[in-house]
Structures are given as C-alpha cells and as structure tokens.
C-alpha cells in the first residue's frame, strides 16, 4: 500500500495536510496545522509488498510475482531532493532485491539494489528498508528487481516531480500519463532462465508485448496475428488490405490513452521489457521529446520513439486530430540474426466524445530491422544545456578505457550440443558472487572480488570482421578501481564473434554523456575529433549499435561498487557485466555511508 502517492502540483497543494504527516520534522507538525503553505514535506513513505498473484492474458492464467498485487507495480511519486524510504517485505518463495534504475543513489549505494554486487537478496519472510534522496534529479525512471528475472513482472516507474515552484522547462501540460511498455512470457520466467542455464541454450523469446500491462487484442487467444510485411499484428484485420488507414474491432485487453481535443500531455514512456527494444508511434500524432533518462533535452519533434530496456522517455502529445480512435504500437527492433519477439502490442489513443465502435485509425509501424530510424532518434537527443540544467561534460580525462562487448561460445559437457552461449566485456565473463561486493569492499573481506579488471582487450582484434578462431572467454567476478572525482572516457565496442547485436548498456551510480558513437570499429585517431563535447545527451542507460560503438564520458564522484552491464537480461545472465569501485574522497562528505543495521545477510 502507497502511503504518500501523489500524480500532480495540485493534488500536492490540496493534500498538503496529509503530506505533513510524513514530514521528518516531527517536531513542526504542529506548526504546519497551523501553517501549512510554510511546510515543505521532504520524505516519502512507501510500502512494498512482494506477493504472488493469479494473472490471465493470451487466454491462459499463471502466478505472478508482483509489487502490492500490481503489474505494473505502483508508481513511486517524489520531488526533487526528497527523501525515500520504502519497506520492501518479502512474501514470496524467491530471493528479492529492487534496483531504482537511474537513482543516482550518492553516498547510498546500499540502496542501489543489484543482488550480490550493492547488498545480499531480501530471503523470503523478511523485509528491508531502502532509503535514498533524490539529489538534483527530475523526471521519468523506474524501478524493478534486479536478481534472476524477476523484473519481468516486477517493475513500476519512478517520477520525479521539480521542486515546488519551479517549472518545467516546456510549456506545462493538461495531464500527465504514465506509459509502461513490457513482455510477457505465458510460461513462468524463472523456469524460462532456468532452462536456458541448463541446456546452454538461448531463453524462448517472449509471447507478447504490453502496454501498462495490456497486450491488447488477440484474436482466438493465440499467438496467430496478421501479417503486415514482415510484422505481426495482433488484431483482427481486414485480409484483404483493401483498406489499412481502418481496423474495426472492440477492445479487448488493451490500454486505452483517453485524452480531450486540444489539450496537450505529457507522456512519461518506459522501456521495463526484458530483453526487447522497443519502437512506440501514436497514429497520426507527432510527439515532441523533451527529457530522457530524468535529463531535459532539447525540445525535437518525431513520430516514433526508441526506447531501449531500462531507457524512458518523456515528451509532450498535442491533442490535435479528429474526434476519434487511434491506434497505439510497440514493436521490436532488432537488426541482425538473432530471434526475437516479432507481435505488436496494442493500445489506443481514444478521444472524448468518440462513439462506440469508431473505426480505428491504423499507424503504420518500423520494419523490425529499421536501423536508420534508430539512427535519427539517437542522433536528435541533446541536452538542454541551460543556464539553470547545464552539461557539465569531463573535458579533461583521468581514465580512457576500451571494453568490447559481444556474445560467445564456450565448451560445456553438460549443455545440449556440448556447448554455452555466454557473454563477456573485455573477454571477461563476470561471475556473480555469493558475498555482496560492496560489503565486501567496506569490510575489507578477502577473496570475493579482484580489482584487475582489464581497461582494455588484452588481444585486439578486428571487432566487427571476422573473428578470431579458439578465442574462449575468461570467468571472473572483477572490478575496476576509480579514485573520487575522476572522469572517465570509456568506448563500448560491440564485436561479432557469435552474431553482431544492438546491446543497451546502463551504468548504476551515475549518468554519463553520449559524445559520440558510430558503426564498425572505433578508430581511437578520427572518431574523437567528431565527439560532442559542448550538449551531449545526458543518459544512464544507451545502446551500442550493431556492430559499432558509443562513447561516453562521466565522473566518478560517487563512492562505491557500481554495476555495468548490457540491460538485454538474456546478455547480464550470460555474464556481460562488471563492476566500478569508486573510491571515498576526503571526509565524510566524500565516502561512503555505513551500511544499514537492516541489511540483508547473504
């Protein structure tokens, strides 16, 4: 149960009496009776509780894990620089842990989430408290459990809502909406990891694609849609394609976007797939992108969206169409050989006064395969650079590193076919631990993790040609070791040693700027002379193209253990992963907070 939720700057003026209630200056309760409007609350109380519950889409019906009974799980509503306290209790057979995606979490790191790098899991039966301000940040995130697949069903989003008073950098909205996009296996997920682990093969790709939950219409309760191109629609439709601008049908399972002529919304969109990116089109409405990853960015205009998992999106939708329905698309993108989950999912943009059965205004959607509306996306995102949101870019660097990332194949005499696909960075394969790796780092504890993890390939190669024969990953659980307050250079080069392939990569502890990025191999001569150094995006998660590379810059002010890692569940599993440990600086200030008297043990 939600304790403090709050969704707009009015309902927070109107319920400012309740609010006071949370207020950590107990001692100004009475004052704030009498003076409200004086009162600033700055903690925010939340209840989490993990419990199974009984779900039916595609027609079939399983348990799920969930966050209060919900999927998505609730939203977690808070003003910059609050504080956030959330009881997690676990009632569940799984271990849990929640990550709070793109919280920066400074000096917090026991909060962060990752299971076995930042804290040991919640076991079942008992509860922890996550406790985390807010500093200097604004927008859209999310959060979701970050052990096995559990974030499958358990995610919800984070928004952050500016301090009181302060306004939007765009022109304020009507309404503001909350859009979550995911995938939904009819077979339990951890059965699905499970087997894959077993047989060394890849997981079966998901069934469907959601929006708020919602899969929208399917036709017969199966997986059969219609085919437009190579995509499948999941709604009844005209087979004979005499008319395409129209599907007549009744809404069935689907997330429906009411919305009033005229007026203009803010959509707040979440990537929470699993291993998915994910296009999002609105029929015959445009958006105007103006944040991504709780960072403002230059207002641009599009009519598709990119999200890759664990990205948002925030942009503002101008009701300014025709009395009617329209439809809303999710899509895969995926521009290789690898298999993925190929059925649209379905919502609807509805507006007031619309009669029953309407027509539906179609959108046509992105090839699977469409890399240049990918390009145009990404290459549009700039930070707003302002005077009051600058973009403070490391122009000076401490650290150049160099991690290729990219699939592979390593012998297993147990495996289906003799073999395992892993995953690695620098052909380091990272393997997870039994004792939490900040613990370890803050106890000074032995033999958990080394520091030696490699600032490049110890063999270069030709990343994106022809690999090389009997190149075998290595297994380890390594960090690299930062100083407080160094900047940091770090190119991420995929490579093709198995198949090359788009990997969305997010960094836990800090954002960093996109300088640059490009396809085939980074040339460490020409590249950085083309790098963005005055408004590069501002991002914690950004995807590496297909055979091809992203730049990024960042500095390490924040101690402690931070999780990298490809945000493709099916990649973190194989082990495309690693850990920066960031050193304490000078005082208090600049370290690490001792650890919780709650925290969980391994």
Not at 229 to 246: A, L
């Amino acid at each position: 149960m939600v304790s403090s939720k709050f969704k707009q700057d009015k309902r927070l003026e109107t319920k400012g009496a309740v609010l006071s209630m949370v207020c950590w200056v107990r001692t100004l309760l009475f004052i704030s009776v009498l003076v409200p409007a004086f009162v600033e609350c700055r903690i925010r109380h939340y209840h989490f509780n993990v419990v199974v519950k009984n779900a039916t889409k595609l027609c079939s019906t399983k348990p799920i894990v969930t966050v209060n009974g919900k999927f998505p799980g609730p939203t977690l509503y808070a003003r910059e620089d609050d504080n956030v306290l959330v009881r997690l209790t676990n009632h569940v057979q799984y271990n849990v842990t929640i990550h709070w995606h793109g919280v920066r979490q400074l000096r917090t790191g026991w909060s962060d989430g990752p299971a076995y790098i930042t804290q040991c899991p919640i076991q079942p039966g008992q509860n922890f408290l996550y406790n985390f301000t807010l500093t200097g940040q604004r927008g859209t995130l999310l959060w979701h459990a970050h052990i096995s697949w559990l974030r499958s069903t358990v995610h919800g989003a984070i928004v952050i809502l500016p301090k009181k008073g302060v306004p939007y950098p765009f022109p304020k909205p009507y309404k503001e909406k909350v859009i979550v996009l995911g995938e939904w296996w009819k077979a339990d997920t951890e059965a699905v990891v499970n087997q894959a682990t077993q047989t060394g093969l890849p997981p079966n790709i998901s069934d469907a694609h959601t929006i708020n939950g919602h899969p929208g219409p399917v036709p017969n309760c199966s997986s059969d849609g219609i085919s437009i191109g190579p995509y499948t629609i999941r709604v009844p439709f005209d087979h004979n394609c005499k008319n395409r601008n129209f599907l007549r049908f009744v809404n069935a399972d689907a997330y429906t976007l009411h919305v009033e002529t005229g007026k203009t919304y803010l959509l707040r969109v979440i990537n929470a797939a699993v291993n998915d990116e994910l296009f999002f089109k609105i029929a015959n409405h445009n958006l105007t992108v103006v944040e991504v990853d709780a960072c403002y960015t230059k207002p641009f205009e599009t009519d598709t969206l990119f999200l890759g998992p664990g990205q948002t999106t925030t942009a503002l939708l101008k009701a300014d169409q025709g009395i009617g329905k329209y439809l809303i698309a999710i899509s895969p993108f995926m521009d290789t050989i690898v298999a993925v989950d190929n059925l649209t999912g379905i919502g609807y943009l509805r507006y007031n006064h619309t009669l029953a059965f309407t027509p539906t205004t179609f959108v046509p959607i992105p090839a699977v395969n469409a890399t240049p509306v990918t390009s145009v996306f990404s290459d549009s995102l700039r930070s707003l650079n302002s005077k009051q949101y600058p973009a403070n870019v490391p122009l000076t660097i401490d650290h150049s590193l160099f991690f290729t990332i990219g699939v592979g194949i390593n012998p297993c005499a147990t495996c289906f076919n003799g073999s395992r696909a892993v995953a690695a960075i620098n052909n380091v394969s990272f393997v997870m631990p039994t004792t939490a790796i900040l613990q370890a780092h803050y106890y000074g504890i032995n033999g958990v993790f080394t520091d030696d993890f490699p600032a490049k390939p110890a063999i270069p190669f030709n990343y994106t040609g022809t690999p090389p024969s009997g190149l075998q990953t290595m297994n380890g659980t390594k960090a690299y070791r930062l100083a407080y307050n160094s900047t940091v250079q770090l190119v991420i080069q995929g490579n093709t040693i198995v198949a090359p392939e788009s990997h969305p990569t997010h960094l836990h502890g800090s954002n960093f700027f996109v300088v640059g990025r490009g396809v085939g191999n980074f040339d460490p001569e020409k590249d950085p002379l083309k790098f963005n150094l005055v408004d590069p995006v501002e991002r914690n998660t950004v995807s590496v193209p297909t055979a091809g590379w992203t730049a990024i810059r960042f500095r390490a002010d924040n101690p402690g253990v931070w999780f990298f890692h490809c945000h493709l569940e099916v990649h973190t599993t194989w082990g495309l992963k690693m850990a920066f440990l960031v050193e304490n600086g000078k005082g208090p200030n600049e370290s690490i907070e001792p650890p919780p008297s709650d925290l969980p043990k391994c």
